[in-house]
């Protein structure tokens, strides 16, 4: 399979554990993305890179929030001091350039 | 305003019917424009991409409107399967950084 593959697929943690979640891109796709998607709700972008540039974070990634993309292929995103409101999917999306973004199956967040 | 505006639905159909879905969006420097998909639960999966043109791909067709900046998406002979929310998404370039906004998405039910 050679599509956008986010590993753990669910995480459960307790309200103040830190969490890291993976992302894999398609192979030869220099653009990655991670959104955040709430019930009844579109997906919300967080931040994106191409290749290993972190170009872009939108206002809702707090200082708790931090992306990396050290060699410009895998990205994880770690959250610190989990809370409540963070229970979401997190889903992770490639592109080539500006083209179509694929997404991965997502990782679903759920703070106790 | 929001960027990129749905009307959530629900549209409950009968199957056979045709159904048309707009969107609005409010940057009028936005380039790309596409409709994805998203099942319960999954992830967004690209249905078509949107141009100026206007396209179809079977029983599906989009349209785009820059002047009254909204795209449309018409689903004719409507099917079971076609139940799904389905998101607009609006991307723009901005100082070389790229910009994408997901709509909240407008839930489809087709009923038998």
């Known amino acids: 399979d050679t599509g956008v593959s986010q590993d753990p697929r669910h995480k459960i943690t307790k309200r103040g554990q830190n969490v890291t979640f993976r992302c894999d891109p398609i192979s030869e796709h220099n653009r990655l993305y991670w959104y955040r998607q709430t019930l009844g709700q579109g997906p919300e972008f967080l931040t994106y890179f191409q290749n290993e540039a972190q170009l872009e974070k939108s206002r809702l990634l707090s200082d708790r929030f931090s992306a990396e993309r050290p060699k410009g292929s895998f990205s994880t995103l770690e959250i610190q001091r989990t809370e409540q409101g963070d229970s979401a999917m997190y889903l992770c999306a490639s592109s080539s350039g500006v083209d179509t973004q694929y997404f991965g199956p997502g990782t679903r967040l759920t703070v106790l | 305003r929001k960027e990129v505006e749905q009307d959530p639905g629900p549209f409950n159909v009968p199957e056979g019917a045709t159904v048309a879905f707009n969107c609005t969006y409010s940057?009028?420097?936005?380039?790309?424009f596409f409709w994805y998909r998203q099942d319960c639960r999954k992830e967004p999966k690209l249905l078509m991409s949107?141009?100026?043109s206007g396209n179809e791909d079977g029983r599906f067709t989009a349209q785009l409107n820059r002047a009254s900046q909204y795209i449309s998406l018409l689903i004719r002979d409507s099917k079971l399967s076609d139940s799904a929310t389905y998101l607009c998404?609006?991307?723009?370039?901005?100082?070389?950084?790229?910009?994408?906004?997901f709509g909240i998405g407008t839930k489809l039910q087709v009923i038998p």
């Open positions: 998404v609006v991307s723009s370039n901005s100082g070389g950084y790229q910009k994408v906004t």
């Open positions: 940057n009028s420097a936005s380039q790309s």
């Open positions: 949107v141009y100026s």
